[in-house]
């Protein structure tokens, strides 16, 4: 397992994608760069999965940083989905009421 700034690359089963663990807790615009340059880094599989287990919140700007990765990656490779597991209750209504499980597979903790 690979540590790299904020995310925890770990490995996955042999057929599956990575799972990206977001750390820190707290995500806002003063983190958004920080956020943009991991997910910069993500390659896309058919599934991209992110562990939302330790996180505590995501403010617009982190969403939208999320939502324009997805975009991108799925210009080149449009099967992909951006699935957020080990969502928090709280997560989960904030991204509900933003109708994000139209766009995220949302899977709750």
């Not at 397992?1 to 790299?4: H, L, N, P, T």
């Not at 599989?45 to 562990?51: G, T």
């Not at 210009?75 to 989905?81: A, L, S």
């Given at each position: 397992?690979?540590?790299?700034d904020?995310?925890?690359?770990?490995?996955?089963?042999t057929d599956g994608p990575p799972s990206h663990v977001l750390h820190g807790g707290y995500y806002d615009l003063s983190r958004k760069s920080e956020l943009k340059a991991e997910f910069d880094a993500i390659e896309p599989?058919?599934?991209?999965?992110?562990?939302l287990a330790s996180t505590e919140h995501l403010d617009c700007s982190c969403i939208g940083v999320m939502?324009?990765?997805?975009?991108?990656?799925?210009?080149?490779?449009?099967?992909?989905?951006?699935?957020?597991i080990n969502v928090t209750p709280?997560?989960?209504r904030m991204l509900r009421l933003l109708m994000l499980q139209q766009l995220f597979v949302i899977n709750p903790a």
């Open positions: 397992m690979g540590q790299v904020n995310f925890v690359h770990t490995s996955a089963a599989h058919s599934d991209v999965v992110i562990d939502v324009g990765r997805l975009r991108e990656w799925r210009v080149r490779k449009p099967e992909t989905q951006l699935r957020l709280r997560l989960e």
